[in-house]
Nanobody, 128 residues
Framework: QVQLVESGGGLVQAGGSLRLSCAAS????????MAWFRQAPGRKRECVAG????????????DYTDSVKGRFTIIVEDNKNTLYLHMNDLKPEDTAVYYC?????????????????WGQGTQVTVSS
C-alpha cells in the first residue's frame, strides 16, 4: 500500500532550476530516512541527498554528495508527507532519472539497502 510518486522532472537548459516532488501515500514517514537518488545510463545509482529524523524530533539532518553541494536542497514537508528536491544551477552532468526513496529506519543515508520504498523515477534532462 505504500507508494511514492515523483513529479517535477523535465527538460531545462544549463544554469536553470527544477523542483522535484515526492508524494508518499499509505503511511507517513515522521521518522526515519528519506533520500533522492539518480541514475544515468552506464552509471551506478548515486544518492544525491538524504534527510534523517528521529521519532518525535524537530531536527532534520541533511546530507549531500559533493557534486551537488551548494546547488541542491532537500526539504521535508511534514503535514503533507512530501519530500522535495530543489535543484539550482543545473549542469548537463545532472541529467539522469531521479528516484525518491524512504525507510522506516535510520540508516546510512547514501546506501540503497537502507530504503524499503522506492518511486518509479522522474527524468531530468539538462541541455548545454
Amino acid at each position: 500500500q505504500v507508494q511514492l510518486v515523483e513529479s517535477g522532472g523535465g527538460l531545462v537548459q544549463a544554469g536553470g532550476s527544477l523542483r522535484l516532488s515526492c508524494a508518499a501515500s499509505g503511511r507517513t514517514f515522521s521518522s526515519g530516512t528519506m533520500a533522492w537518488f539518480r541514475q544515468a545510463p552506464g552509471r551506478k545509482r548515486e544518492c544525491v541527498a538524504g534527510v534523517t529524523r528521529r521519532s518525535g524530533g524537530n531536527t532534520y539532518y541533511d546530507d549531500y554528495t559533493d557534486s551537488v553541494k551548494g546547488r541542491f536542497t532537500i526539504i521535508v514537508e511534514d503535514n503533507k508527507n512530501t519530500l522535495y528536491l530543489h535543484m539550482n544551477d543545473l549542469k548537463p552532468e545532472d541529467t539522469a532519472v531521479y528516484y525518491c526513496a524512504a525507510a522506516d529506519i535510520i540508516g546510512l543515508w547514501n546506501y540503497p539497502g537502507t530504503y524499503a520504498y522506492w518511486g518509479q523515477g522522474t527524468q531530468v534532462t539538462v541541455s548545454s
